[in-house]
């Protein structure tokens, strides 16, 4: 059974703060690996994609992929209320590259 | 202009009754899926269809059944409603193989 897994949290940050997200996997043959924010009663957004190791970042948001080590981290810098959601880590399946096999979420607080 | 739409957005009904959901995109891709999300919040892959070949089909009852008339449009029917079946279905797409899904904004379905 292929599996994404997440700590559900909450992880409750100050406002500031750098909030750090983390995801291991299962398939040692996935290549591609995704972060998705999802507000209550909302559905999932995508925030980040990376398909290489190492660093990638968007503004305020940097996702690592150590394949190695198989997991997939996804750091906040200065976290704001607004960022308070549940985040979704994704990875593809290898044996079916149109599927994507997701973790159950971190919810992430983030108080002023 | 909404990248993937769906209607309606509530649903409520009564356990026997056979419903349907819709759900179109305009992205010009050729993946859509169709996902439940219960009030665990795990998001659970139902169906997909790649230029209207079913791809994957989980184990899902038999009573509920994906049409796609196009590339641009999936459907769901789901017939003798459960109170199980309670829950938010979203549609999402996806372009190229290993590539991220675009989520539409979830139809919540309640079943009394």
């Known amino acids: 059974q292929k599996e994404v897994e997440q700590n559900s949290g909450p992880l409750s940050v100050p406002e500031g703060a750098i909030a750090s997200l983390n995801c291991t996997y299962s398939?040692?043959?996935?290549?591609?690996f995704f972060w998705y924010r999802q507000y209550s009663g909302k559905s999932p957004e995508l925030i980040m994609s990376?398909?290489s190791n190492g660093d990638k970042e968007d503004g305020r948001f940097t996702a690592q992929l150590n394949k190695a080590s198989q997991y997939v981290s996804l750091l906040i810098r200065d976290s704001q209320p607004s960022d308070s959601a549940t985040y979704l880590c994704?990875?593809?399946?290898?044996?079916?590259?149109?599927?994507?096999?997701w973790g159950l979420g971190t919810s992430l607080a983030v108080n002023p | 202009d909404t990248a993937v739409s769906q209607t309606p957005k509530y649903l409520v009904t009564q356990m026997g009754n056979d419903k349907s959901i819709k759900c179109e995109q305009n992205?010009?891709?050729?993946?859509m899926y169709w996902y439940k999300q219960d009030s665990k919040k795990f998001l659970k892959i139902m169906f997909s269809?790649?230029?209207?070949?079913?791809?994957i089909n989980e184990t899902v009852p038999n009573r509920f059944s994906p049409k796609s008339p196009d590339k641009a449009h999936l459907n769901l029917h789901i017939n003798s409603l459960e109170l199980g079946d309670s829950a938010v279905y979203f549609c999402?797409?996806?372009?190229?193989?290993?590539?991220?899904?675009?989520f539409g904004p979830g139809t919540r379905l309640t079943v009394l």
């Open positions: 999402a797409t996806s372009g190229l193989a290993n590539s991220e899904q675009f």
């Open positions: 992205l010009g891709h050729d993946t």
């Open positions: 269809y790649n230029n209207k070949e079913l791809i």
């Open positions: 398939d040692r043959g996935s290549q591609s």
């Open positions: 990376i398909y």
């Open positions: 994704a990875v593809d399946n290898a044996g079916n590259n149109r599927k994507l096999i």
